[in-house]
């Protein structure tokens, strides 16, 4: 396995040969004091229900637009009335937030408001995810988005997903040929988000995660969720689909992938539904023991290295309220993969980002944007939150938060009072320097390199280490031999890591 110099992540199992008295963990997200950012406070946000689809930051814009949210204020009863298809807010900080008089739409006659188009019964767009992509030779399609596409009058309609283009994020023109994929309700639903893989723009030779520059993971119906012994076996249950492109649009050479099966729930996630339903029970009108079920809803994606990312919207499925649609709670959970066949269950299934506390503006559900984004040494996941679960009922609020994590944060090696040490499998590696990202409590890390049959080798031991005590994301490995690390480099080699009190996130080699 070569490595290079991409920063490894220990979320999963792939490079670890053996742990010894450390343990992997799983680490939620921390929910910013000053939840929820962003609330319904416009004349046309009725229904006081917004949901976050896309947030972007721009490190080189100044001022308000550094950071932008792409949302989405629904009405629940529109009739034929107009009301914005999609919105927009600006911030500098991204936890102060601001909503422009863009001037796009006229809404009762006034263009002072933020939204970026127009839907009604008779035609409505909803993009439930964009993209910025700068590698895109034509400016005028640098962003783009897959949006579901339909009506309600005079007949219902699902058109399926079309694209649209950009050049700034606010002015949207479709694509002439739409739509670029059918609605069917089984491969292609309703749910669906367009992911830009950045790492496509670099790409190294071979590597299956930088094939594609754009990812769709996409709601898939399926019939055979939890295996022949659960209740639900044979019925219709959300599963998590994914579909890959190189071009957005359909031509000569390229168009989408079919909508792979990628996840589907089991059995011990309904089992697990269960419990987590019975403790979230202030937030339902529905509850009906004999329905409880996990459905897999949606998932956002975060391409990082070696791994791809899944933050999978898990909907505990709690029964149905009379005329509004099935209720239960949803909570997020990490997911992963390497060659984008095999998908791991990473955490032990444990929440990544939970619903609040009974009472709380977010004790109901929790929807995250499609990606992630890194704000220096930080993760933030913006996410939509309501007071209750996915039942539509009176009473309900939704709005949108933030939580964050460290750098590599999601998951950690960690080691108490006793020491612990985690032990690599064979890689080779390209550089001249280690880099690791750890905290210590009190306690230390200490790193030594090995050869292919775990020989310590002179000059890289435990005892030539200068221990590291404190708390860094980028901190430099540092030996007392003069020994060039770089002598190892393109060589097969093991890393062993001794811990007391700390947890280790990642490690890198560098030039």
Not at 246 to 274: K, M
Not at 353 to 380: F, H, K, M, Q, T
Not at 458 to 471: A, K, L, N, S
Request: aromatic share 12%.
């Amino acid at each position: 396995m070569n490595i290079g110099t991409t920063r490894q992540l220990l979320a999963d199992d792939e490079l670890i040969e053996s742990m010894n008295h450390v343990f992997q963990v799983l680490n939620p997200g921390r929910k910013h004091s000053g939840n929820p950012l962003i609330v319904a406070d416009k004349p046309w946000e009725t229904g006081d229900w917004l949901y976050a689809t896309t947030v972007l930051l721009d490190p080189a814009a100044a001022g308000k637009d550094r950071f932008r949210i792409w949302y989405y204020g629904f009405m629940e009863e529109w009739g034929d009335r107009d009301y914005p298809g999609l919105l927009l807010a600006h911030s500098e900080d991204g936890i102060h937030w601001e909503k422009p008089d863009l001037g796009l739409v006229s809404l009762n006659g006034s263009k002072a408001n933020n939204g970026l188009f127009l839907n009604n019964s008779r035609g409505w767009i909803v993009m439930e995810g964009l993209c910025y992509d700068p590698s895109d030779p034509d400016p005028s399609r640098s962003y783009k988005a897959l949006a579901f596409v339909g009506a309600e009058e005079p007949q219902v309609r699902r058109d399926g997903w079309g694209a649209y283009f950009s050049p700034d994020g606010l002015h949207w023109q479709p694509y002439e040929k739409n739509p670029v994929l059918k609605y069917d309700h089984v491969t292609v639903c309703e749910v669906l988000t367009t992911i830009y893989n950045e790492q496509s723009a670099n790409p190294r030779p071979g590597h299956p995660l930088d094939r594609y520059r754009y990812y769709a993971p996409a709601k898939y119906s399926s019939y055979t969720c939890g295996g022949p012994l659960s209740r639900a076996y044979g019925k219709m249950r959300r599963a998590s689909g994914l579909m890959t492109s190189s071009d957005f649009i359909p031509n000569d050479f390229t168009q989408w992938s079919p909508n792979h099966l990628i996840l589907q729930p089991d059995e011990v996630d309904d089992f697990l539904a269960g419990q987590r339903i019975m403790a979230q029970s202030p937030a339902l009108n529905a509850n009906h023991p004999e329905e409880h079920r996990a459905e897999f809803y949606e998932m956002g994606l975060m391409p990082y290295g070696d791994i791809l990312l899944g933050f999978l919207w898990v909907f505990d499925l709690s029964g149905d309220v009379e005329g509004k649609g099935q209720d239960g709670t949803i909570h997020v959970q990490l997911v992963g993969t390497r060659d984008l066949r095999t998908w791991k269950r990473l955490g032990e299934r444990r929440p990544l980002l939970s619903p609040g506390s009974p009472g709380d503006w977010d004790a109901g559900l929790v929807y995250p944007c499609n990606r992630p984004v890194v704000v220096g040494d930080e993760i933030r996941m913006y996410y939509s939150g309501a007071n209750r679960g996915h039942g539509w009922k009176p009473g309900v609020r939704q709005s949108i938060g933030m939580a964050s994590w460290r750098l590599d944060g999601f998951v950690s090696i960690n080691a108490s009072n006793a020491k612990g040490t985690l032990t690599t499998k064979v890689f080779t590696f390209s550089g001249r320097k280690l880099f690791i990202n750890a905290e210590s409590a009190g306690g230390e890390v200490l790193v030594e390199m090995l050869d292919e049959s775990e020989g310590p080798i002179p000059g890289f031991t435990m005892e030539d280490c200068v221990p590291f005590r404190g708390d860094g994301v980028r901190e430099e490995v540092k030996w007392k031999s003069d020994n060039r690390l770089a002598d190892l480099a393109g060589k097969p080699v093991k890393l062993r890591f001794r811990m007391t009190r700390a947890k280790l996130y990642s490690f890198q080699f560098l030039e």
